[in-house]
């Protein structure tokens, strides 16, 4: 009876094959948005249930079942770590955050990599590699490793959309090729998933405030629509009435 070899483990009992990484779907919270239409005030640093509004978009990524989870800063970055309690997250840092969201989407996808991500990365990512490829010394050991296959998006300003919405996009994860949206009545909105076959694509087109908005209008035909209507709301926080809202005004 042939022996497998220590390098190929081969099939398990099942007929499974168990080295083969598992797929993963990151999640990727963009936090770096200064406020200002809200007087300057970082939308991370925003209280919300006592806490800073980043805690809340974090967590929702965390319990909808994304990992790794990867949440890029801007405004206050220093101070968003010191007072954030965000525990399992890669925090990556985006010096070009005033540019709009496409800077803060493109930072994020370039820190993913397809295997286990650093603890922390540099607060200014080196040059990006292609994307399915880890570049040199950019990943930490894992007892269980793992691929990352797609990443769902989702914005630190929405405080309606909870875990319930993230895992109803997560679960419309099929193939590389995937690419779907929440919708709400009808309407796409985040959280947003991206099999890894568009990085690249939407990082290219990814500028000023447009995010992956242009990418998606194109690519309209194969978008999956996730309805999240009864479940979640996409109502942002971007005026000082929202902001009164948010904090328990009528």
Not at 81 to 104: D, I, K, Q, T, Y
Not at 160 to 170: E, K, L, N, Q, S
Not at 196 to 207: C, N, Q
Request: glycine share 12%; proline share 11%.
């Amino acid at each position: 009876m042939a022996e497998s070899s220590a390098t190929d483990p081969g099939p398990d009992a099942a007929g499974t094959r168990t080295d083969i990484p598992a797929p993963a779907i990151a999640g990727l919270l963009l936090a770096a948005g200064g406020g200002r239409r809200l007087g300057g005030r970082p939308k991370a640093l925003l209280p919300h249930r006592g806490r800073p509004l980043v805690e809340h978009a974090a967590r929702a990524l965390r319990d909808g079942g994304c990992a790794p989870v990867h949440v890029v800063l801007g405004a206050a970055e220093e101070e968003v770590r010191e007072r954030a309690e965000l525990p399992g997250c890669v925090l990556v840092g985006n010096p070009h955050w005033a540019e709009g969201m496409g800077s803060s989407l493109r930072a994020g996808l370039t820190s993913l990599s397809p295997r286990t991500p650093p603890p922390r990365p540099s607060p200014r990512p080196p040059l990006r590699p292609p994307f399915g490829t880890a570049p040199p010394g950019h990943g930490a050991t894992s007892t269980a490793p793992y691929e990352v296959t797609a990443v769902v998006v989702a914005l630190v300003d929405q405080p309606g959309v909870g875990a319930d919405a993230v895992a109803r996009v997560r679960a419309a994860f099929r193939s590389r090729t995937s690419l779907a949206a929440a919708a709400y009545d009808g309407r796409r909105g985040h959280p947003v998933l991206f099999g890894t076959a568009h990085w690249a694509a939407i990082a290219d087109r990814a500028v000023g405030d447009q995010g992956a908005r242009a990418y998606l209008a194109e690519h309209h035909d194969t978008l999956e629509l996730v309805d999240c209507s009864g479940i979640a709301s996409p109502a942002d926080i971007d005026t000082p009435e929202d902001l009164h809202r948010l904090n328990g005004g009528s």
